[in-house]
């Protein structure tokens, strides 16, 4: 049976059910007999429920015109709503694309060379969070978010 510690952290990924369903099963045995871990699932249920169940507040008064003139003026002062590094201006667009296909391919294969990679024991010890293929989605909106 696996211990408590290593339970409570993926108590939110057995409640998102993005386990494996040997890990499923495992965690609910788990559950079955452990009241500690059981109350706090139970806990971590309500507080979802109830967020859930919160009304989403309105945006405040003036925010969505605030946005709508910024980027009014942004067009109209010829820049475009992407920004590019400065360097990447100043290049031919045979030399953005390769660059950018490159970019890409080094993404990629850094996802596929550690896709069948596992995480050291020490690491699940720690708790930390593992990377893996079907995570891409965060990974691809961190990359693609603008930096100031």
């Keep these: 049976m696996l211990p408590c510690d290593k339970v409570r952290a993926k108590l939110g990924r057995y409640r998102d059910r993005e386990l494996s369903s040997a890990e499923s099963r495992e965690l609910a045995a788990h559950l079955e007999v452990c009241q500690a871990c059981r109350l706090e699932f139970r806990a971590m249920e309500t507080l979802d429920a109830a967020l859930s169940a919160a009304p989403v507040p309105p945006a405040p008064e003036g925010l969505v015109e605030s946005v709508m003139r910024a980027a009014r003026r942004q067009q109209s002062d010829g820049d475009s709503l992407f920004v590019f590094p400065r360097f990447w ?60």
């Design 89 to 148: 201006r100043g290049w031919s667009v045979p030399m953005r694309l390769a660059t950018a296909c490159t970019a890409v391919a080094a993404c990629y294969l850094g996802l596929v060379a550690g896709a069948g990679s596992a995480p050291s024991p020490r690491a699940e010890a720690d708790g930390v969070a593992w990377l893996s293929v079907s995570s891409a989605g965060p990974i691809a909106e961190v990359c693609m978010r603008r930096v100031r």
